[in-house]
């Protein structure tokens, strides 16, 4: 039996099933730069970066859908798209500020913060993916509408993140073995 990965498919109200090869690998991509920046040591610097890739993203799944871009526009539809996850949007600044105790701090800090971001990045990138494949635009994205697909995403992107960073160490090996 094939297992079918969260990544590649997002269910829309309709049941019906978004596929884009391309916005799925450019929303995968993401989410492990943004698993990334969540290790970065020194407090707050982390978050800075994470919404950096999460920008770009949006950016780049603009460019995608040929959707207009607008980084103003794009840093508030992220910052209420998060509201809409408001554990993670809470979570992700203590994560940070845990940073801030020596040794111990660091590493429990970088590791949450390494885990909610990347679930982030996975969850704003699939419900853009859904939005945009339904004529939207970051123009009319309503907060309040997206709180139950949003809230759904991220339940899957929990297992789904698992499952990018096991292809991605399975890459790597792969990369080591043929060296």
């Not at 995608?64 to 209420?80: C, G, H, P, Q, T």
Request: glycine letters at 6%; aromatic letters at 6%.
């Amino acid at each position: 039996m094939e297992e079918e990965t969260v990544d590649n498919q997002v269910e829309s109200e309709n049941t019906s099933i978004v596929d884009s090869e391309k916005a799925n690998q450019i929303v995968k991509e993401h989410t492990l730069y943004s698993m990334g920046s969540g290790i970065v040591p020194i407090p707050f610097v982390g978050l800075v970066g994470i919404m950096g890739v999460q920008i770009h993203m949006i950016n780049q799944l603009c460019k995608e859908y040929d959707i207009e871009f607008k980084e103003s526009r794009a840093k508030n539809v992220l910052i209420s798209l998060l509201g809409a996850i408001l554990p993670v949007a809470i979570a992700m600044p203590v994560a940070s500020f845990i940073k801030f105790i020596p040794v111990i701090g660091q590493a429990a800090g970088g590791i949450a913060l390494s885990s909610l971001s990347s679930a982030s990045t996975y969850t704003v990138g699939h419900y853009l993916i859904k939005h945009f494949e339904n004529e939207g635009t970051l123009e009319n994205i309503d907060s309040k509408e997206a709180k139950s697909d949003i809230n759904k995403i991220y339940e899957k992107s929990k297992d789904a993140v698992k499952n990018i960073k096991k292809s991605f160490s399975s890459a790597k090996e792969a990369e080591v073995t043929a060296s």
